[in-house]
């Protein structure tokens, strides 16, 4: 990424995507606004469509109507790169791929599923999500107890005053009645019949699950997805409880398969040493795929959050536990008894790179939260138009060519290559001068860059460098690079 795209991306993370942006408003030809939130969306390919035809004059006008309270966005300089010659912008406009894709057999338009929680709790929202591009749903979570939430039940860790990296959350279960939600399924699956309506359940005992698995069928629902990893329920026996318990797993799940004949897809809990094992345990039960990760039990400190004075264990979501998610997909992914389980992937969903990561290591679709929370289902239109992208620039053709790509290139950390090096370099063009790689390599590396106070330049010390790259990954305006591979020189 070039010094210009970094600076680009941060000024598009400032906008606060409001809504009836001021900004699209005062621009007679476009939509500014729009086009910020292609850019903070990992989209910046297709940014120009929606300002093509502003002028200077337009959008100086719409940065004059900007709100924010540091100042506006300073769109004139975002938005005035010039898109695309004429013949890459028809091209660009022609028929993307398909992100046509089946799971558990049944088939769905794109693979971008909304996760089951507060973002999917009644009709009306999931319909308007529908109507904005989601695939499927997989509804809040049904189960036949009194479910009594607690206030406040939402906690966050943020970067400085800006987006959320985690969320913390406190609530449990759908609050309704069960006989208006299954009202609820039955009315989506009647109304939007070419999206995939997955009910997803809890029970404490067998007769609950077996009852509220013949409760989704009767609704009409697609599949069925077998809560076993809440992390905050109050009663005993029921969510993570459970998930944890291999053998409960397998009991349940093969109850809900002899029940019922709609796919059944068993959610899995990170809050556990190994995923793999209540994993198998689902599948030679019968499960028909596996979704995974419920949120993580974690703790925050915020005064806000406190409850009546009270603090407790709660799931933690969000960025933050993207790699987290990711590390227990590829476990099971390449579990050699689970070789035949589809996947669908959940934790930390926020661009379709993030949810490209979860293909490339096996998922068939992915869930998203979070990130609705924080943004609206409006975030589907970059989900879907960037993924888009990145498959035509490929010139794959086919979701399913993505589904797995990756796995082959992972191996034990005792298989790494450990007699080569790669060297860092710095690109004096972009380095600005800041010392940040000399303060990191200095207190928290092998001293291995000096630093001239008096040009402001950083040099690196060869015969200290080991490669790390520590050094890269704190430069702020990706100055620090990478050289070949070479073998490691003999000390």
């Given amino acids: 990424m070039t010094t210009l795209q970094l600076y680009h991306k941060e000024e598009a993370a400032r906008c606060l995507m409001c809504e009836d942006a001021p900004c699209t408003k005062a621009c007679p030809t476009g939509d500014p606004a729009r086009a910020v939130r292609a850019i903070r969306f990992d989209n ?13 004059a337009d959008l100086e006008r719409a940065e004059q109507a900007c709100i924010h309270y540091g100042g506006p966005i300073r769109l004139r300089e975002l938005l005035r790169a010039p898109g695309p010659a004429p013949e890459q912008a028809a091209s660009r406009c022609e028929p993307m791929p398909s992100l046509a894709i089946r799971f558990a057999g049944i088939p769905c338009e794109n693979p971008f599923f909304l996760a089951s929680s507060a973002v999917c709790t009644n009709y009306e929202m999931v319909a308007r999500a529908f109507d904005m591009g989601w695939a499927g749903v997989f509804y809040k979570t049904i189960c036949m107890q009194d479910i009594r939430e607690v206030s406040p039940r939402f906690d966050a860790v943020k970067e400085g005053g ?16 069960i006989d208006v939600d299954f009202a609820f399924l039955y009315r989506l699956k009647q ?3 070419g999206k995939v309506v997955v009910s997803s359940i809890m029970g404490q005992t067998e007769e609950q699950w077996v009852e509220l698995a013949r409760l989704s069928e009767a609704a009409g ?16 026996g029921m969510g993570s409880d459970v998930g944890q318990d291999a053998q409960l797993v397998g009991h349940f799940t093969a109850c809900v398969k002899r029940s019922v004949r709609i796919p059944v897809i068993a959610k899995m809990t990170p809050n556990i040493t190994q995923i793999t094992e209540p994993a198998q345990a689902a599948c030679a039960a ?34 933050a536990v993207k790699p987290i998610a990711l590390r227990h997909i590829y476990e099971m992914a390449s579990c050699p008894s689970m070789h035949d389980a589809e996947l669908s992937g959940i934790g930390g969903i926020e661009t379709w790179r993030d949810a490209l990561e979860f293909l490339q290591l096996g ?3 992915v869930q998203v939260c979070t990130a609705v929370m924080q943004y609206g289902y409006r975030i589907i239109d970059d989900l879907v138009l960037g993924l888009q992208t990145y498959m035509a620039e490929r010139g794959v053709s086919q979701l399913e060519s993505l589904v797995g790509e990756q796995l082959p290139n992972f191996v034990l950390p005792s298989d790494l290559d450990r007699e080569t090096v790669v060297y860092p370099q710095i690109d004096r063009d972009r380095c600005i ?9 200095h207190d928290g590396g092998h001293q291995a860059i000096t630093f001239d106070t008096g040009l402001r330049q950083p040099h ?7 490669g790390c790259h520590l050094c890269r990954l704190v430069c702020p305006t990706g100055a620090v690079g990478m050289t070949k591979r070479i073998i490691k020189p003999i000390v």
């Fill in 221 to 236: 629902c697609d599949a069925i997805e077998l809560n076993f990893s809440c992390p905050q329920m109050r009663q005993k």
């Fill in 286 to 319: 019968g499960a028909d795929a596996i979704s995974a990760i419920n949120t993580i039990k974690s703790v925050t400190m915020s005064p806000e959050a406190k409850v009546s004075g009270h603090h407790t264990i709660s799931g933690y979501s969000g960025r």
């Fill in 363 to 365: 998922c068939r679709n």
């Fill in 433 to 441: 001068g800041c010392g940040r790689c000399y303060i990191s390599c």
């Fill in 162 to 177: 800006g987006p959320l990296a985690g969320f913390r959350n406190m609530e449990q279960l759908s609050e309704n009645p």
């Fill in 460 to 466: 690196i010390v060869g015969t200290k460098c080991v």
């Fill in 44 to 56: 910046a390919a297709n940014a120009w469509r929606w300002t093509a035809s502003c002028s200077e």
């Fill in 191 to 193: 109304n939007y019949p």
